[in-house]
């Protein structure tokens, strides 16, 4: 049975056509976060330490298809963000939280854009929230394209690390990957809550 499920993943792997659905998947997790995109690329670079598909070719794609949806978020964020500030009177806790989020992102929204982005759901939140403050396109292009890129051959590669580690088992090599990505994305979600613990003792 698993001999069968890896000849079809293999031959999905081998055909053109992964490239178009590593663009769409990725772009669909911009703004729809339960599309498992990342976990596809990381299989992608699984597949590429065997010869298919092409390792740079599937960093390219998927960040492209990162900074599509990305930028799709951003638009709908723009949108509903006007109407919540016509709707946010001055003065209000609605419009100080608005405020506080705009100034933000102005003086540090790049560490914000490029750091959230390896976070499922934040990096949803955070383009939406981009484009409700109006935080301006050309910063929030520029950071995105950064995030998309490093986020694109982080996955890619971990796959390939494990692709090459089991040359012969691409399974073992897969869960080599998705552990690592794991592993990291944990890392990161304790170094967060202990930031945050530490910062709420303090002002407490």
């Known amino acids: ?4 499920i ?3 993943v293999h031959g999905l ?3 053109p ?14 703004f729809f976060p ?8 990381i299989t992608a670079g699984v597949f590429a330490a065997a010869g298919e598909p092409i390792l740079p070719v599937v960093i390219v794609v998927a960040a492209a298809g990162a900074f599509l949806g ?6 709908v964020g723009r949108a509903a963000g006007e109407r919540l500030k016509q709707r946010a009177r001055p003065g209000t ?16 929204g790049g560490l914000f854009i490029v750091v959230c982005r390896y976070i499922p759901g934040m990096r949803t939140a955070i383009t939406l929230t981009a484009g409700a403050v109006r ?3 050309r910063t929030f292009s520029f950071f995105d394209g950064v995030a998309a890129l490093t986020w694109a051959a982080y996955s890619a590669l971990i796959g390939y690390v494990g692709g090459a580690a089991f040359e012969e088992d691409p399974l073992k090599g897969l869960a080599l990957g998705l552990g690592l990505a794991l592993g990291v994305t944990a890392a990161v979600e304790l170094a967060r809550h202990l930031r945050a613990r530490r910062t709420a003792a303090t002002a407490a």
């Open 1 to 4: 049975m698993s001999e069968a």
């Open 6 to 8: 890896l000849d079809l």
């Open 13 to 15: 792997m081998g055909s």
């Open 17 to 30: 056509w992964v490239y178009a659905a590593l663009l769409a998947f990725a772009a669909l997790d911009g």
């Open 34 to 41: 339960i599309v498992p995109s990342e976990s596809l690329v």
């Open 70 to 75: 990305d930028h799709v978020s951003y638009g």
């Open 93 to 108: 806790k609605r419009r100080a939280a608005f405020d506080r989020a705009g100034h933000v992102l102005e003086s540090r």
């Open 135 to 137: 935080l301006p396109v």
